[in-house]
């Protein structure tokens, strides 16, 4: 009988795991829906798990083991994800040389530790190993950042801009840069997990070469646990899960809600972030030009009273807070495979969603719920109120919803599925 031989996977991550954030001191923080990947890939015993992630730390690196998972905290020097940083190639190195992967595993592109990653693996003759999953691409999210923002707003500046010379278009521009890294790091690897037709297509543009693989993201436990409710939600209230950076939208959303109140004037918006009218002197001076446009939208639109800013939420109070909403709405100008819209699917929420990147291969129009044009706030409002008038279709597109995403969304199928693209490389590579 033939004894197999562990893998040893070396994970990438854009910051510290949930399952390690107090071994490394850091409260309200943690990547929770990785958590759930690990779990179930430290339960495998072909695998052995080795997780490196970005920390603020005196030292280089900073090594924990925890539950037979080795941790390596690097030292995270610059906080501008514009700028590369050279050091990171070297602490790479020592890393992979003390661990020997089969496989490193890199979630996401976003910051240029992707680019250092791959470029030391192929110097160290291991880049046929390294797979990239794909969460946001940089890119093309510079491409649709700015959302249909007047020109006056995405070229406005607050002292807080000036001071870290970051309004709108320099956001927009941030991102371009960062998109340089993750174009050298995509067209550099020979294996990506996607989601959606949307990051196959862009990553296909960009690298025809890749062998792409689907394998669909785990969601936090809560939203597994609990299911929506007619019944016992806030009629006529809606939540939006983000509203901080013009790609998510938020100002259509007050757009579409200045509509709505003509028909219902109890209508209420909830969005997580803090309150943009109750800003401390310090605070005001930090605020940017897209908070502040917020708050003109608000005034402008009479909406001072629909509109309620919850502040920081853990993932009970966000899970509560969908469930208490009769409508769950996602405005952004892009997305890949949207966390927030499959939450709300796996509760069985009603759910209106801009048509843009993979959220048409998430969630079928008229189906599951209601698709509309990014930018036509008017068709927003419209979708929201026939949510509201129509109770059947309600409950019908989330029963819908939710049940297509406990599928999608299958923990052991999904986590089957990695552990066998990870049995694909390694066989690849002997």
């Excluded at 690990?38 to 090594?63: G, R, Y």
């Excluded at 960062?178 to 067209?187: C, F, H, I, Q, T």
């Excluded at 690897?189 to 297509?201: C, F, L, N, P, Q």
């Excluded at 719920?369 to 036509?376: M, W």
């Amino acid at each position: 009988m033939q004894i197999r031989t562990k893998m040893k996977i070396l994970w990438l991550c854009n910051g510290c795991v949930s399952s390690a954030s107090m071994e490394y001191g850091i409260e309200n923080g943690g990547i929770s829906w990785i958590d759930s990947i690990l779990e179930a890939i430290t339960k495998q015993d072909t695998i052995n798990l080795s997780v490196a992630f970005p920390i603020t730390s005196d030292e280089k690196v900073v090594k924990k083991e925890k539950n037979k998972v080795q941790y390596y905290g690097f030292l995270k020097k610059k906080d501008n994800p514009t700028i590369y940083d050279n050091e990171i190639e070297t602490i790479f190195e020592s890393i992979i040389k003390e661990i020997q992967p089969d496989i490193v595993h890199i979630f996401g592109t976003e910051f240029p530790h992707t680019l250092s990653m791959v470029r030391i693996c192929n110097k160290l003759g291991i880049g046929n190993r390294v797979i990239i999953s794909i969460q946001g691409l940089c890119y093309y999210i510079a491409r649709h950042y700015c959302a249909s923002l007047p020109m006056n707003i995405v070229k406005k500046y607050t002292f807080r801009d000036l001071l870290k010379h970051d309004n709108i278009q320099q956001q927009q521009r941030a991102f371009e840069i960062r998109g340089e890294y993750e174009k050298e790091a995509l067209r550099s690897v020979r294996h990506v997990i996607g989601r959606t037709e949307w990051d196959k297509a862009c990553v296909k543009q960009l690298n025809k070469e890749v062998q792409y693989y689907k394998c669909n993201e785990n969601m936090r436990e809560s939203f597994y646990m609990n299911q929506w409710a007619l019944e016992k939600c806030e009629r006529h209230s809606i939540f939006i899960s983000q509203s901080y950076y013009p790609l998510k939208g938020f100002h259509h959303v007050l757009e579409a809600a200045a509509i709505i109140k003509r028909y219902y004037k109890d209508i209420k918006v909830y969005t997580t972030g803090t309150d943009v009218f109750e800003l401390t002197k310090i605070e005001k001076v930090k605020e940017s030009s897209y908070s502040s446009y917020i708050r003109s939208l608000i005034c402008q639109y009479g909406l001072r009273d629909n509109v309620k800013f919850l502040g920081y939420l853990s993932e009970g109070e966000m899970c509560e807070r969908y469930l208490k909403s009769h409508v769950f709405v996602s405005a952004s100008s892009i997305e890949n495979s949207s966390n927030s819209v499959a939450e709300a699917m796996l509760l069985g929420m009603p759910i209106v969603a801009s048509a843009v990147g993979g959220v048409p291969d998430m969630l079928e129009d008229r189906k599951e719920g209601f698709l509309y044009q990014s930018d036509a706030s008017y068709m927003l409002a419209h979708y929201i109120m026939k949510m509201f008038d129509n109770d059947e279709i309600a409950k019908e597109y989330g029963l819908a919803a939710r049940k297509r995403a406990l599928y999608a969304h299958d923990r052991d199928l999904n986590n089957q599925k990695l552990v066998e693209i990870y049995e694909k490389v390694v066989e690849e590579c002997r």
